[in-house]
C-alpha cells in the first residue's frame, strides 16, 4: 500500500475525508495548518506567507516518506499547480478529477462555493481544463452568502439550507461543481434539489488515484 500524505488548510475536512480515504487502498498522514484559509479569508488572497508555509508542508510529506500528496484546498490550488513540477513525487489537487468529469460530460457548469476566496481558483481550473480537453463550456459562479460563516459558528443545517435555496434559484445549468472538498456532504442532497448532476471533488479524486497509484505501485 502507498502512503498519501493529505494536507489540510483547516480541521473540518480531515474526519469525513480521512474516513472516506480509509475506504481506499491506501495508508494515510495527515498534515494540517489550520491557519491558512484563516489568512486567505482576512487577505482575500493567497499571500506570500500562504505559499512558504504550503510548500514546507508539501516538503514535509515526501521527508515523511509520503508517495503521494493531496492538496485539499481549492483556495490554494493555485500554489499546488507551481509546486508540482518541482514535487519529488506526485502532488495531486483534489478537484483535478472533478474538474475534467464535468468539462467532458457538459457545457454550461455552475461553480458553487461558500468562500469568494474559493470561485476563482475553482474557476482557472475548470478553464484551464476546457482548454487542455479542447471543449469550450460556459462558468456560471454562484456564492452561497452567509453558509461558511452558518457552518464556523456550528449552524450544520442552517449551512445545508443557505446552499440548497441558493441553488434552487438557479435555471438552465447543465451540472452543479462544489468548489469545496467539505461541501461533499451536500452532494447527493444539492443532486435532490436541482435535478441535475452535482459533483464533489474527494470521490472522483480518490478513484481516479485507485486507478492510476494503487494497482500500478503496490
Known sequence: MKTIVT????????????????S????????IDDTIIGECIKSGKVTDTVKERLIKLYRAAYEMGGDIILNTCSSVGD????????????LVRIDKAMAEVAIL????????????????????????MSDKLGKQVEIVNVLAKGAFEALV???????????????ANLNNIDCFVLAQASMMRMEEKLREVAGIPVYSSPKLCLEQLASEYATERA
Open 24 to 31: 481506499y487502498p491506501f495508508r494515510q498522514i495527515s498534515l
Open 7 to 22: 494536507i489540510y488548510t483547516g480541521k473540518g475536512l480531515q474526519e469525513p475525508l480521512s474516513t472516506l480515504i480509509g
Open 105 to 128: 460530460n457538459h457545457r454550461k457548469i455552475a461553480v458553487v462555493a461558500t468562500l469568494n476566496t474559493t470561485l476563482d481558483p475553482t474557476i482557472r481550473l475548470l478553464k484551464n
Open 153 to 167: 459558528a456550528g449552524e450544520v443545517e442552517q449551512h445545508d439550507d443557505i446552499i440548497s435555496s441558493t441553488v
Open 79 to 90: 500554489v499546488a499547480d507551481g509546486y508540482m513540477s518541482l514535487s519529488p513525487i506526485p
